[in-house]
């Protein structure tokens, strides 16, 4: 949640300081919201530059205007082309599963490849699919790939691919930030934590269970996911590991109540400094 605030909070407020500086010189103080109302008013009576003012001025004014608004559609073109962009290589991928995947009772409700290495994925979406590859039917003893199927049905019942996609979105945009590659990376980890504590949910499936899924997947070099899907041994598979073995004490009550408050704050900050006067 705070990641999400994070990449949201930071968009609205590189957007918003530029428009600021695009609606300053208006003749009240009328905010940035007022002011740019202002300034399309005095536009489309033809009146380009304000009275008073050096046109240098109006001119560094404009740029930042048309900068502000060309990068909120920047954000918002990334965020929908990376959609896109998942949605049709899923269709890809269920066309190749449509013509190579089977059922096996082994893992009923799931797709099986024939493909030698381990693998097991999600494709997320309204036809939603598990796949699994014969190399994980070996790999795996049956408790384990039931804790891994587990995992996997969390991945599609939370949609965290709609987690992902804003972060997917900034690193196209941003491809050379490291702060961006670094939220993006703790932020796939945490979408599997979470997928592992909502497997563990599952009557009589332990952490064990699951951990010995993860650390198999590890030693046999598990292949990642496909573009579009989520994987069971994808992230940091070390650190999973080890709060399945070792959970950390439950986040209090309260502290859960600051960091969804301080999550409201940052995205509100912005919002707020682009209406009050």
């Known amino acids: 949640m705070l990641w999400q605030a994070l990449g949201l909070a930071g968009g609205l407020a590189a957007v918003g300081a530029l428009l600021a500086i695009g609606a300053s010189g208006q003749p009240t103080r009328q905010g940035v919201a007022g002011g740019l109302a202002s300034l399309a008013r005095r536009l489309a009576y033809g009146q380009l530059v304000a009275p008073g003012q050096p046109l240098a001025l109006t001119c560094i004014r404009l740029t930042a205007l048309v900068a502000g608004f060309a990068l909120l559609t920047a954000l918002c073109g990334v965020l929908v082309m990376a959609f896109a962009d998942a ?23 799931a797709l099986v490849i024939d493909y030698p290495a381990a693998a097991a994925y999600c494709l997320p979406g309204i036809r939603s699919q598990i796949v699994v590859s014969v190399g994980t039917l070996d790999l795996l003893a049956p408790a384990e790939l039931t804790a891994v199927l587990a995992h996997e049905r969390a991945h599609l019942r939370a949609r965290h691919d709609l987690v992902l996609i804003p972060f997917t979105s900034l690193r196209r945009a941003l491809p050379k930030s490291r702060v961006i590659a670094e939220s993006y990376r703790t932020v796939a980890l945490l979408v599997e934590m979470m997928a592992d504590d909502r497997a563990l ?41 080890n709060r399945l073995l070792a959970p950390p004490p439950p986040l209090p009550r309260a502290a859960q109540a600051t960091v969804v408050l301080a999550a409201a704050v940052l995205v509100a900050t912005p919002l707020l400094l682009l209406v009050i006067p």
């Open 87 to 109: 949605v049709a290589a899923r269709r890809r991928q269920r066309e190749l599963l449509a013509l190579l995947a089977h059922g096996d009772p082994k893992v009923p409700g």
């Open 201 to 241: 949910r599952v009557r009589g499936l332990l952490a064990r269970e699951l951990a010995t899924a993860l650390l198999r997947f590890g030693t046999a070099g598990s292949d990642g996911a496909p573009p579009g899907a989520l994987a069971a041994a994808e992230g940091e598979l070390t650190a999973r590991v």
